[in-house]
């Protein structure tokens, strides 16, 4: 069980708007803005999203925006794009002795 | 271009011994934390461990303390991972991953599989 919980599944059509929730607690999510958000295709190696809740790392489309609202931190995909079509991990820093955590992944479907 | 470039995984017996390595180029590796990531098939990412810049400040995820070693040669520009005390649960592909120095992970190499299995 991961520390950080998301929903398993989304799906969406192309050029709607999804978003995907990523829950934790006031040790990690709830008590730093070190939130951050990967994309990871079949077979390849995850590539950073957001980091610190809701900057965009240079290179990442704009159509990909961060939020957090006190233990749950949100990634938002505007005008979905087939290409989009992906697993979605979050990530936080923690206060625990295991220093960082992730969530379980979600895996977006463009219909 | 940043590259990390990882070796050394493979199939090895339960409570048996392997040695990662990670050979980075295109960054200022002696100013860089570096992290190992895992993820078993088909699963989630897990953090492993994370070294600072000298070597001497570690850090390990708590199912792998005691058994796991972090090192780095800043000569050599390599990060590597001593596992010990193999289980059948640390089957994974193992990732080398930049620190991005805001407490993410901004750069993962290809990732090397570990298979625990008699």
């Known amino acids: 069980q991961s520390a950080l919980t998301q929903p398993a599944s989304v799906s969406g059509s192309p050029g709607q708007s999804m978003t995907i929730s990523c829950t934790g607690t006031?040790?990690?999510?709830?008590?730093?803005?070190?939130v951050s958000w990967y994309q990871q295709r079949p077979g390849k190696a995850p590539k950073l999203m957001i980091y610190?809740?809701?900057n965009r790392p240079s290179g990442v489309s704009n159509r990909f925006s961060g939020s957090k609202s006190g233990n749950t931190a949100s990634l938002t995909i505007s005008g979905l794009q087939a290409e989009d079509e992906a697993y979605y991990y979050c990530?936080?820093?923690?206060?625990?002795?295991?220093?960082?955590?992730f969530g379980g992944g979600t895996k977006l479907t463009v219909l | 271009d940043v590259q990390l470039v990882e070796s050394g995984g493979g199939l090895v017996q339960p409570g048996g011994s392997l040695r990662l390595s990670c050979a980075a180029s295109?960054?200022?590796?002696?100013?860089?934390?570096l992290h190992w990531v895992r993820q078993a098939p088909g699963k989630g990412l897990v953090w492993v461990s994370r070294?600072?810049?000298?070597?001497?400040?570690?850090n390990y995820a708590d199912s792998v303390k005691g058994r796991f070693t972090i090192s780095r040669d800043n000569a050599k520009n390599t990060v590597y991972l001593q596992m010990n005390s193999l289980r059948a649960e640390d089957t994974a592909v193992y990732y080398c991953?930049?620190?991005?120095?805001?407490?993410?992970?901004?750069?993962w190499g290809q990732g090397t599989l570990v298979t625990v299995s008699s």
């Open positions: 990530s936080s820093y923690t206060s625990r002795s295991t220093l960082w955590v």
């Open positions: 295109g960054f200022n590796f002696r100013g860089s934390y």
């Open positions: 610190d809740v809701s």
């Open positions: 070294i600072m810049r000298g070597g001497s400040d570690t």
């Open positions: 006031s040790s990690d999510v709830g008590r730093y803005n070190y």
């Open positions: 991953v930049r620190d991005g120095g805001n407490y993410n992970f901004d750069y």
